[in-house]
């Protein structure tokens, strides 16, 4: 089993950066390929943001946050962050952790994945 919980959102102005973490701990026989971060907002679908491959590092980005946001990782303290900048009211959504095992699936697919946190909230005024 796999749990994820997230925290660090809040109400920022345009342009305000955050940093989102992401507290990740596994037991049993499951192996954790991918952490990601995925976001929703209201009347909208669930949207890929950003993944990080649990051994090695790779990161990968949608092409929305790409430049404004850093994904990372603390492997020893099974952390995993999400650093937003410049952000923008079109990044309002509540935003999600998620833990894949090795998959065939795409990781920008939010059926790719196992485990999910609860969310946080991220809300950008204008």
């Known amino acids: 089993q796999v749990q994820l919980v997230e925290s660090g959102g809040g109400l920022v102005q345009t342009g305000a950066s955050l940093r989102l973490s992401c507290a990740v701990s596994s037991g049993g026989t499951f192996s954790i390929y991918a952490v990601g971060w995925f976001r929703q907002a209201p009347g909208k679908e669930r949207e890929f943001a950003a993944v990080i491959m649990w051994s090695g590092g790779n990161t990968y980005y949608a092409d929305s946050v790409k430049g404004r946001f850093t994904i990372s990782r603390d492997n020893t303290m099974g952390t995993v962050y999400l650093e937003m900048n410049s952000l923008k009211p079109e990044d309002t959504a509540v935003y999600y952790c998620?833990?894949?095992?090795?998959?065939?699936?795409?990781?920008?697919?939010?059926?790719?994945?196992?485990?999910w946190g609860q969310g946080t909230q991220v809300t950008v005024s204008s």
């Open positions: 998620a833990a894949a095992r090795p998959s065939p699936g795409g990781l920008g697919k939010a059926n790719t994945y196992d485990y």
